[in-house]
């Protein structure tokens, strides 16, 4: 053996010696690119991939047709110049875009993520994006009508436009500010199970921990408690004053919020507290996680979900002023249905102009 080989073969026996007894990785030396899964999670997975993609694409459709009518008639026959529809085109547009990302997350829980690194980070973003604004939103109309009920005077003064217009880009903002974290974690990489996935990675375990444990309280305190602090408040409140004061002009757009609201608090409460259980089954347990919990936040996300499609029926479908507009637009489309309505109308002003007309 030449000197050439023997240094080289020092070299191997040095190498050895350093990296020989950290071969579990724990060695700060030792670099791994490849993904390790610590927990199985197959029957987890073939849950998601058979029930997910079905109602992701339902939702979808529901959502953009829903939202779609919604901003169809505020634009045909609404003015965007009120508070009011301001602040509802703002939450139309976080349920749409909270909505848009949907077929993407179908196909990802079906097979794989095979949109690419880019469209990996911009999903997750503008999932949260609009996921958050959608919450802040509501809120925000749940207090803009105590300030019009409660405070009807000096509200007044200080419901403008511009009031509304900059309350909106602060909601933007904050949730723009929330969902930063998607953008910088999510990450596209290859598994030898589960093929091209996109997830929270680029870091060490323990920072990802943090940063989970982070986005789930976060969610559970920012983004729910304190809108439900908010809205009770303001409900006690408004129901209080409209009690004493029996303002029934009032009362048909404070019945139609609050059974917004109160849909949403039903859609989402199971979800913030399967989210609440895992950050504490996170902080406090060291083994695998919970299938129980994977399932339940699997079935109270779908819930969650739900919302998204179902609200903006209840400004059509509820509200009377929306189903004026919405009679009308059938109306000129559809002239059986405008037949019909004419028939109703005039059914409707012959019983307020006489009623005892039809005893004749």
Excluded at 275 to 300: N, Q, R, V
Excluded at 301 to 321: D, E, M
Excluded at 334 to 350: A, F, G, M, N, Y
Aim: some cysteine.
């Amino acid at each position: 053996m030449n000197t050439t080989d023997m240094d080289s073969y020092d070299e191997f026996l040095e190498f050895l010696e350093e990296y020989g007894n950290y071969s579990d990785g724990s060695n700060p030396k030792y670099v791994t690119s490849e993904f390790v899964t610590q927990c199985q999670k197959a029957d987890v997975v073939h849950f998601g991939a058979k029930y997910l993609p079905p109602f992701f694409y339902i939702n979808f459709i529901i959502s953009v047709l829903g939202n779609g009518l919604v901003l169809y008639i505020i634009y045909k026959y609404e003015k965007l110049s009120t508070v009011t529809n301001i602040f509802l085109l703002n939450l139309v547009i976080s349920d749409l875009l909270f909505a848009c990302c949907l077929p993407f997350n179908a196909v990802y829980h079906a097979s794989e993520w095979i949109f690419g690194r880019a469209m990996c980070k911009l999903v997750a973003s503008l999932f949260s994006i609009g996921f958050y604004s959608s919450i802040l939103f509501l809120t925000l109309m749940t207090f803009d009508r105590y300030l019009a009920v409660v405070h009807a005077i000096t509200a007044a003064k200080q419901r403008r436009k511009a009031y509304a217009i900059s309350s909106s880009v602060v909601v933007w903002v904050v949730s723009l500010a929330s969902s930063v974290k998607e953008l910088i974690l999510h990450d596209t990489f290859t598994d030898k199970q589960y093929g091209e996935l996109c997830e929270n990675v680029g870091y060490d375990h323990d920072t990802l921990t943090k940063w989970k444990l982070f986005g789930y309280y976060q969610q559970f305190f920012v983004f729910f408690l304190i809108p439900v602090a908010i809205v009770l408040y303001c409900y006690m409140r408004i129901t209080m004053r409209v009690l004493s004061t029996r303002m029934r002009e009032k009362c048909r757009a404070v019945k139609l919020i609050f059974v917004i609201v109160l849909t949403f608090f039903i859609c989402w409460t199971p979800y913030n507290i399967v989210i609440l259980l895992k950050a504490l089954e996170e902080s406090f347990s060291t083994g695998c996680p919970s299938d129980t919990l994977d399932y339940a936040h699997f079935i109270t996300r779908n819930l969650a979900f739900l919302y998204c499609c179902i609200s903006p029926l209840f400004y059509t479908f509820v509200g009377k002023k929306f189903q004026n507009h919405f009679r009308r637009m059938l109306a000129r489309n559809i002239p059986c249905v405008k037949i019909t309505i004419l028939e109703s109308q005039s059914s409707r002003t012959t019983s307020h102009k006489s009623p005892y007309t039809t005893d004749y």
